[in-house]
T-cell receptor, first 114, second 108 residues
Framework: DAGVTQSPTHLIKTRGQQVTLRCSPK?????VSWYQQALGQGPQFIFQ???????QRGNFPDRFSGHQFPNYSSELNVNALLLGDSALYLC?????????????FGPGTRLTVL | QKEVEQNSGPLSVPEGAIASLNCTYS??????FFWYRQYSGKSPELIMF????GDKEDGRFTAQLNKASQYVSLLIRDSQPSDSATYLC????????FGPGTRLSVLP
């Protein structure tokens, strides 16, 4: 049973650049959520995708955008990178359509902005 | 802004003792409550979830929920050094909201 996978593992970018992170959900899951986790803090919810649409969004600027594909995989795009965007980006998958929405996390992508 | 609060710790307990981790939340509409464990440099790992008032046990772990007090806790019995990690409380209301985590250190 394949778990949640994310790529790349690490990424180094410079300010002003754009980045795309990728996530494949756990087998059988149809919902993908993205989180940003700064050092020493809990994960902060960015947005959630279900049925290829953004279903919910946290308090993040429009520089953060995403997409979900028909196979339920997802991308997170961040434009005009700032130093403060340096963080661990986590993808979590779950089974949508109601219920407790138990989320399982991937290994994360460590983004460093210089 | 809906909030989830946890003591940041570190909480230090001797090996074999019971570790008690606490979490309070502000959104009375919250429906589901989760505990995750996160080792340094790794992603969060689900320990257990609870959505009814009372206790839920799974091995050495017991989650306790009191919706009237907006309080959820995690007890770890017979704590082991391998339990040393940051424990994240997450609450599902409109969105998924995580607390800042409590760092637990189990001393051999």
């Amino acid at each position: 049973d394949a778990g949640v996978t994310q790529s790349p593992t690490h990424l180094i970018k410079t300010r002003g650049q754009q980045v795309t992170l990728r996530c494949s959900p756990k087998s059988g899951h149809d919902t993908v959520s993205w989180y940003q986790q700064a050092l020493g803090q809990g994960p902060q919810f960015i947005f959630q995708y279900y049925e290829e649409e953004e279903r919910q969004r946290g308090n993040f600027p429009d520089r953060f955008s995403g997409h979900q594909f028909p196979n339920y995989s997802s991308e997170l795009n961040v434009n005009a990178l700032l130093l403060g965007d340096s963080a661990l980006y986590l993808c979590a998958s779950s089974l949508g359509g109601g219920g407790p929405d138990t989320q399982y996390f991937g290994p994360g992508t460590r983004l460093t902005v210089l | 802004q809906k909030e989830v609060e946890q003591n940041s710790g570190p909480l230090s307990v001797p090996e074999g003792a019971i570790a008690s981790l606490n979490c309070t939340y502000s959104d009375r509409g919250s429906q589901s409550f989760f505990w995750y464990r996160q080792y340094s440099g790794k992603s969060p790992e689900l320990i257990m979830f609870i959505y009814s008032n009372g206790d839920k046990e799974d091995g050495r772990f017991t989650a306790q929920l009191n919706k009237a007090s907006q309080y959820v806790s995690l007890l770890i019995r017979d704590s082991q050094p391998s339990d040393s990690a940051t424990y994240l409380c997450a609450v599902r209301g409109q969105n998924f909201v995580f607390g800042p985590g409590t760092r637990l250190s189990v001393l051999p």
